[in-house]
């Protein structure tokens, strides 16, 4: 997002306010309720929120059609806790701790009829503002629910909810977008490939880490087994859904109703264009034969591809990071799978692997002479040295390591606990009837989508 919050403050002084501090900072903007372009623009961003929330039902159907028919309820069940409990847990905390101008734990500044902290470029209003970042939130938390599909507790995983999104992503939202340590470098992240995307792609790999892969999953020779999702068309449709949904994470983050949001919207859809085209053909290369679940990753790798750059790439280099997105996404997946990293539905390639990519894209393709561009945001291959292109690589290393380090801690506590991993036999019959009391599916459809006969 491009915004100035409180530059300089930082996450230590951030959470120092968290106590210290009586009251919001309210007295930044003096908001002119009748200004019409004010009206546009929390009308706007108001939308885009919506449609990022929206985003949460993609998830949902990608992660429950990737992965068996057994889990699907779990599956829904995490998503829906995501956004339920991720949402109250970063109003309450998180987005304290992410801009420090909100200055008391609670609820109580939610509704008031001021603006953002230091929005004074915008002038959103608050609860406008918070909407739209409190989506962002339960979006980095639902990445996980994927990943660790068929073997985790429900009481472990919202503990892991509860902390991604009070914790642990505001942290990074503050050295950031919040104004700290790497906005002051000079780092850039538009709308999130780091500090959204591959916040909860790199959680999930410390949580895969640590949990390992699902029974069954390779053999006594160690290679690994297929286990097929038990719906392409939940999966596809919920990637079509995150496509519409990113129309409200991408341009939406422009935070105002004006033009250049119209040229965000197409560097976004010609990148997932061609994550998808390349997707196919990597794929296709490989296997001998396209694989219809790795164009709709290879679609949504080119997404996460340009989430960093939308506003900073021009038309061809936004769809050549898409299009190198789509190969990465591919020999990400299959690499992973290699090293008995167990990821059902890609989610650690496409949030995480990619979110890399398209944040270092920044700093090769950023093209400070296209329409609207700030000068001097230029990167290697466009005259502008090597600088930015080494903030991004800082920056992305950081949030790998920091995600890393405290997902491990996070992760290794919850299992030393007992409440991480399920029982064998659970994993076996169904994290949907031992966890939750009753099947995704009637019996008859179940049994239809488990039967070695099905066709």
């Keep these: 997002m491009r915004r100035k919050l409180f530059a300089g403050t930082g996450v230590v002084g951030g959470i120092l306010l968290l106590t210290a501090s009586p009251a919001f900072a309210q007295e930044a903007v003096d908001i002119p309720l009748d200004d019409t372009q004010m009206i546009l623009d929390n009308i706007f961003v108001f939308v885009a929120a919506v449609l990022v929330i929206f985003m949460q039902a993609g998830f949902a159907l990608v992660e429950a059609g990737l992965t068996s028919a057994k889990n699907v309820g779990s599956i829904l069940m995490k998503n829906m806790m995501d956004f339920c409990l991720g949402v109250l847990l970063f109003g309450l905390v998180g987005y304290h ?15 008031g009829d001021y603006a953002a902290p230091g929005t004074t470029e915008y002038s959103l209003m608050l609860p406008v503002d918070f909407l739209f970042q409190a989506a962002f939130a339960a979006v980095a938390a639902t990445i996980v629910s994927g990943a660790l599909a068929g073997r985790v507790k429900f009481s472990g995983y919202l503990i892991y909810t509860a902390v991604i999104t009070a914790i642990i992503y505001p942290i990074v939202v503050n050295w950031q977008w919040g104004g700290g340590w790497l906005y002051e470098l ?58 519409v949904g990113w129309f409200g994470f991408n341009p939406g983050s422009q935070l105002a109703a004006d033009v250049e949001v119209p040229r965000i919207a197409v560097n976004t859809m010609m990148a997932a264009a061609g994550g998808g085209f390349t997707a196919l053909i990597t794929s296709w290369f490989i296997f001998k034969k396209p694989d219809v679940s790795m ?26 990071a898409g299009l190198i997105g789509g190969v990465i996404v591919v020999v990400s997946v299959l690499g992973f799978e290699k090293i008995k990293i167990d990821d059902p539905v890609g989610a650690i390639s496409v949030h995480g692997v990619c979110g890399a990519w398209g944040t270092i894209a920044v700093g090769l393709f950023a093209n400070g002479n296209a329409p609207f561009l700030d000068e001097g945001l230029e990167g290697l291959f466009f005259g502008g040295g090597a600088e930015l292109l080494v903030n991004q690589i800082i920056g992305v290393v950081a949030v790998f390591a920091f995600v890393m380090v405290v997902g491990l801690i996070l992760f290794s506590a919850l ?23 009753a099947p995704g599916y009637g019996s008859d459809v179940l049994a239809s989508l488990t039967s070695p006969s099905a066709p």
């Design 97 to 111: 701790i992410a801009y420090s101008g909100a200055s008391v734990i609670g609820f109580d500044w939610l509704w």
């Design 186 to 243: 000079g780092f850039e992240d538009f709308a999130g490939s780091t500090i959204v995307h591959s916040v909860g792609a790199w959680a999930a790999l410390a949580a895969v880490i640590v949990v390992g892969p699902r029974l069954g999953k390779y053999g006594p020779d160690g290679k690994p087994r297929a286990i097929p999702g038990h719906n392409l068309v939940l999966a596809i449709t919920g990637v079509f859904i995150l496509f």
């Design 295 to 320: 164009v709709g990753n290879g679609i949504l790798a080119g997404l996460v591809s340009i989430t960093a750059g939308a506003w900073a790439l021009d038309g061809w280099t936004s769809t050549l």
């Design 415 to 437: 299992k030393a606990a007992g409440v991480l991993r399920v029982d064998p036999e659970h994993e076996i019959e169904g994290l949907d009837v031992t966890e939750f009391g």
